[in-house]
């Protein structure tokens, strides 16, 4: 029995349990947590594991500490690195995303500030298309990244890269809220980042700030012109009318948030974009979201890792350090990562190496193979279980927008205290990929009501693990969702036996315990396997099997006719001719 925090470092658990790290990675991984040496994992998963190890482990008691300031939400580190103190938090600069429905002008936006408020002057004057750059304006940065749509900005999300603080939507005067308007204002609110309104081309003849105003109002985003919350700047980016107030808007929204970093520290953020450049190898655009990223820094990347050879600004200017909230493109990877991967900085090439090895090693073991996946209602049962509050998130798409309306009632009508109901986006027509992207973002199940799913979008459901479900009867689906708010939906579990050993002989092992030597009779065995003992057909014990050896070597899995040595956990009372039953539990997700 030993005492804990509730998250406990790899390495520090590994010692307390006398156990090697890698041996516990190992192990982790198999529960699909991916975790190095230095990270945390929390108490539930701790525990598990200790029970595993024969300790049982308990939570320390200790006065309640008042709570810190809310830093920005933070990854998990690789670095041993001391915890981020308050008072090394300094303000940064905040980091915007455009979005909105095609042709209303983000592009033509985004061009006209980088234009006018970039070039002007300053060293290296020409931008160079990194994924994102910086604006100073009234000696303020703001960074802004270009994600194309927001698919991109979604996708990024799905993959853990929360990178924008803010959300510009971007809405044409001429216009007004249109079907993406709604798609990508659901897309940021499931991000959970402050929202804005660009009100564009408002030097168009046609163009109606009030009568958007008034749509705006209508999807939940009240102006502050008419007493709400939400700042929309009418603004032109062809004559940049406007363009100031925005970026003044911007910095006002950003300075509300008390966006701040900890800039000592070894830098770690994520992963813009990258390519393979010919001459020149990888190159990855990162935004760095803590630290400072500096030339020679080792760094992990995703899968890879490298050696900072260069970095390069958004003016196409070498620098030697990045600070928190600033994007550069970064030479020296040893292969391209992914948009939207991790980064972090480590002590030494050596660790960011072995690192990167291992989780290469991963990989290919197929061992990892979603850290992040969708949520099933068998997840949220079990989060049901451990008492905490949860919500059941849900992508409704419907055929017309009338059943829209009549279904998001009807779910807002149940009234469930385990579960509370979020409809992330709801919308009309086939449901499609980037509907499957959200809802892994957002962990969402989806609903489909007299539709369809696009080409590809089962697979891609069943990469993330999201759930789909489809409907024609609007009773059945309300049904089925009430019951599953109201966690009546417990998964099955079922025992199957996979196969039955018969004991031969009984060693005594002075250190190692009693090993009962078997021969399979049929079936398997795994070392994963729960077992049942059998004596004269009654159950003597049943439990965890602690080891299964085949001649000296622990095996994986002993088949009909081998011969295996099998040690079980709190049980040695073996007689030769008892059954051991090997069997694999399996819990069974009632589907919503
Ligand atoms: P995006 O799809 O949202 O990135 O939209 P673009 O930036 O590509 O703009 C679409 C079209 O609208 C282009 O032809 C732009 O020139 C035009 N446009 C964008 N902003 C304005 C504006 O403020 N006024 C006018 N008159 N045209 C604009």
Partial sequence: IFSAHPQLIVKEFAAQMGLKPNILIAELMRMNVFATINDKIDFKTARGLAEKHGFHLEMERKPVEPPKPPPPPKPKKVAAEAEERPDELLPRPPVVTFMGHVDHGKTSLLDYIRKSKVAAGEAGGITQHIGAYMVTYNDKEITFIDTPGHAAFTQMRARGANLTDIVVLVVSAEEGVKPQTLEALDHARAAKV??????NKIDLPGANVQRVMGELQKIGLQPEEYGGQTICCPVSAVTGAGVDHLLEMILLQAEIMELKAAPKK??????????????????????VKSGTLKVGDAMVCGDYWGRIKALTNDRGVNVRTAGPSHAVQCLGLTAVPEAGARFEIVESDRVARSISEERLAARRLGQLQQTRRGVTLDDLLHKTDAGQAHELAVVLKCDVQGSV???RQSLAGIKSDKVTLNIVHAGVGNINTNDVLLAQASRAIIIGFHVAADEGVAKAAKREGVEIRFYNIIYELIDEVRMAMAGLLEPIVRENTIGQLEVKQIFELSKKGTVAGCIVRSGRI????RVRVRRQGEVVFQGALLSLKRFQNDAAEVREGQECGVRIENF???QPGDIIEAYEVQRIAQQL
């Fill in 405 to 407: 309306e009549a279904i």
């Fill in 194 to 199: 402050a929202i804005m309104v660009a009100i």
């Fill in 266 to 287: 070894r830098a770690e953020g994520f992963v813009v974009e990258a390519k393979l450049e010919p001459g020149k190898g990888p190159v990855a655009t990162v935004l």
């Fill in 526 to 529: 795994t070392s994963k396997s």
């Fill in 572 to 574: 040695s009372a073996f």
